[in-house]
């Protein structure tokens, strides 16, 4: 916006200049061009008077005034007289002029003209031919001659540019000038619509204190009000929200864990195989809403608070979190193998990772548990962490029944259930909740088919605390 208000400035002082200046020097070039028309013409003219006079003393006269008017002005004189004969190439001391249209006008015709040479202004010469007649007592009679001024218009072009230069030179000046008193101006208007945007471009990224001052004209001052206060009744409600999830979140782990183990000395106490079946499936529902509930508390709080990413160990935290879900994955003849350069290469390698702490083991509980639902007994799960330009790549891939891209695509919705090889679903929180933690730390995870007949990869793009080259 700023672009096109600083041209259409520039094109509007243009367009005046042009207004203003264009006719200025197409009246000086018009009047150049006319002066120096009268001038040689009134040269012409007096030295046709003396061509006319016929005496001596009037040719002298033409003679020397010829030469002098040629040494002034570098123009070439020329004279023909009607009925003379030749002496040599000269009439009077005066070079005869070539026989041309323009001589026979003035010869027969007692007309004067005068040739340009071009009409856009002028040619690299000026050529004007005027007629002598008689000089007698009663006053002038036929014509008895004519008279040629060819006069060189170097100076008059070099005078014609100065003029349009000039005004040209002035003209770019302006026009820096206004562009820069335009870049100001239109800064100085846009400045409450850059604010406006700046506000909803933090209100996008999810920071809902994000307020527009309220100034320029009435009518930014109008939508500013209105931003600020649609933007404030909505983080009103959004914490609200917030606040209502944390709170039965909280509320309810203590009634489910009480229910769990009313379940749990049920099951002790009873010996029919019917009502065992009965209660463990009650027992598993409870275990279900348990972490429901557990993750509904960890977004709520994730979303709430704004922790600031630290440098944290990658590779200690890999292996720390692996070690927890080791006996899990023991029990079903599962292989958890580490693999690429961060990894399972040298151990001194301690590449740091910017992420909050405890969001990064929260985020490898959630995966490896979703791999270690969907894997089969005696499958494998790959974890390989990569340095990839600016960023770390951390991925875990499974050898599950993957994903459709239409399940890839709402994989990170709240409350989506996959079904994995045991036949339980999950909470429809764990990818969702890796999602709102990566993100806060300013990374990115996405899914994509693992290697082989099968299986997903999920794939975390983390920030190294320090810049490190990689493939």
């Given amino acids: 916006m700023i672009r096109r208000l600083i041209v259409s400035y520039v094109l509007l002082v243009a367009v005046a200049l042009a207004a203003f200046t264009v006719p200025v020097a197409l009246t000086l070039t018009s009047q150049l061009r006319g002066d120096t028309d009268a001038s040689v013409r009134r040269e012409a003219t007096t030295m046709a008077l003396l061509l006319g006079a016929g005496d001596d003393a009037s040719r002298d006269a033409l003679v020397q005034m010829a030469g002098a008017y040629s040494v002034e002005t570098g123009s070439t004189v020329q004279a023909v ?15 005869r002029p070539e026989p041309d249209a323009a001589v026979d006008r003035a010869l027969r015709e007692n007309t004067s003209t005068t040739d340009w040479g071009s009409a856009t202004p002028w040619g690299t010469e000026l050529v004007i031919t005027v007629p002598a007649r008689a000089q007698t007592g009663a006053g002038t009679g036929d014509v008895v001659g004519a008279v040629r001024i060819i006069f060189p218009t170097e100076e008059l072009t070099d005078r014609f540019w100065t003029i349009w230069g000039f005004r040209a030179i002035l003209a770019v000046g302006v026009l820096v000038i206004a562009a820069g008193l335009g870049y100001l101006a239109a800064r100085w208007l846009t400045r409450p619509l850059r604010q406006l945007n700046a506000m909803a471009s933090r209100f996008s990224d999810g920071d809902l204190t994000a307020r527009s001052p309220v100034t320029g004209p009435h009518e930014t001052q109008t939508l500013a009000r209105t931003l600020n206060q649609g933007a404030e009744r909505l983080d009103t409600l959004i914490a609200a929200q917030r606040v209502f999830v944390a709170d039965a979140s909280h509320q309810l782990r203590t009634p489910l864990t009480a229910l769990r ?34 993750g509904l508390l960890v977004l709520a709080r994730a979303e709430a608070q704004a922790t600031v990413a630290e440098p944290l160990p990658l590779r200690d935290i ?38 909050s702490p405890g969001h990064l083991d929260q985020v490898l509980d959630n995966v490896l548990s979703n791999a270690l639902e969907v894997s089969p ?11 990839h330009h600016d960023e770390v790549v951390l991925e875990i891939l499974d050898q599950g029944p993957g994903m459709s891209d239409a399940d890839k695509a709402r994989a990170f919705d709240r409350f989506w259930r996959g079904h994995g090889l045991t036949g339980r679903s999950g909470s429809g929180l764990g990818l969702a909740i890796v999602k709102q933690l990566v993100t806060d ?3 990115a995870v996405t899914l994509r088919d693992a290697p082989g007949p099968g299986g997903l990869g999920v794939r975390i ?3 190294p605390a320090s810049p490190r080259s990689g493939g």
């Fill in 81 to 95: 007289v009607l009925g003379s004969r030749s002496d040599g190439d000269t009439v009077h001391g005066l070079p």
């Fill in 377 to 387: 007994d005696g499958g494998t799960i790959a974890v390989r962490a990569e340095p």
């Fill in 261 to 294: 183990l009313s379940l749990d000395n049920i099951a002790d106490g009873v010996d029919d195989p019917y009502v065992t079946e009965d209660v463990e499936q009650a027992t598993a529902e409870v275990v279900r809403m348990s972490r429901l509930v557990n």
């Fill in 461 to 463: 793009s983390l920030r």
């Fill in 318 to 355: 890999v292996e720390e979190r692996l070690t927890v879900w080791q006996p899990a994955a023991d029990e079903r003849g599962v292989t958890i193998e580490l693999a690429g350069q961060l990894l399972a290469g040298p151990p001194d390698d301690r590449l740091e990772v910017l992420a």
């Fill in 441 to 443: 730390d300013g990374g």
